[in-house]
């Protein structure tokens, strides 16, 4: 499937999602996470779940980087292509955007080569890391601007479709997706 057909396939699919169903997928895919060798650096950026989405519920990750003393960074979109990226501290205030994605105020701004590890919204993925997101292009242009090296890992309520025809050179892929049922490495 092309990346429209798969944005209207997965959404409808999160659509008939329960609560209950959001809550129990979402703390698979962070015990999953867990289990992950990926603990031994400091810097993580993760995306703050939007709930009129049915997003997968990023608060049980937040929960496990935040007990590991980790640097949590957290974005806000700043442009039409740009998020800006900022430490997660105990006086960081946040406010809706017009997406309703919760976003820091302001903050203290962490620059994009500091990340190490990007957790990653999607709507569907394939066998050879390949996502499908809101068609913005905001995490690819922001994953262009991290070290090579950056972890990127999607996070995903289901699994990973054969293949998204019509990936392009300006779509960055996952290096892992992590599912309630598994963790694909790429």
């Known amino acids: 499937m092309n990346k429209i057909e798969l944005r209207k396939t997965y959404k409808n699919k999160r659509e008939s999602l329960s609560f209950n169903t959001i809550q129990s997928k979402s703390l698979k895919i962070s015990n999953h996470i867990l289990q992950m060798n990926i603990w031994s650096i400091s810097y993580y950026h993760i995306f703050l779940t939007i709930t009129e989405s049915k997003e997968i519920d990023t608060s049980y990750l937040l929960t496990l980087l935040q007990g590991k003393d980790k640097n949590v960074i957290i974005p806000k979109v700043v442009s039409e292509d740009e998020v800006q990226n900022y430490l997660l501290t105990d006086n960081t205030v946040f406010r809706k955007s017009k997406w309703n994605?919760?976003?820091p105020e302001d903050g203290i701004v962490i620059n994009d080569n500091q990340i190490e590890v990007v957790f990653?919204?999607?709507?569907?993925?394939?066998?050879?890391?390949?996502?499908?997101g809101y068609g913005k292009g905001f995490y690819d242009n922001f994953l262009k601007k991290c070290n090579p090296g950056v972890?990127?890992?999607?996070?995903?309520?289901?699994?990973?479709?054969?293949?998204?025809?019509g990936v392009s050179s300006n779509d960055i892929p996952l290096n892992y997706c992590v599912t309630p049922n598994k963790i694909y490495e790429f």
């Not at 995903?156 to 998204?164: H, N, P, Y």
Request: no cysteine; net charge negative; aromatic share 10%.
């Open 151 to 165: 972890i990127k890992i999607g996070l995903s309520f289901f699994e990973a479709e054969e293949k998204i025809d």
């Open 120 to 132: 990653v919204p999607l709507l569907a993925f394939d066998l050879s890391g390949n996502r499908v």
């Open 101 to 103: 994605i919760p976003e």
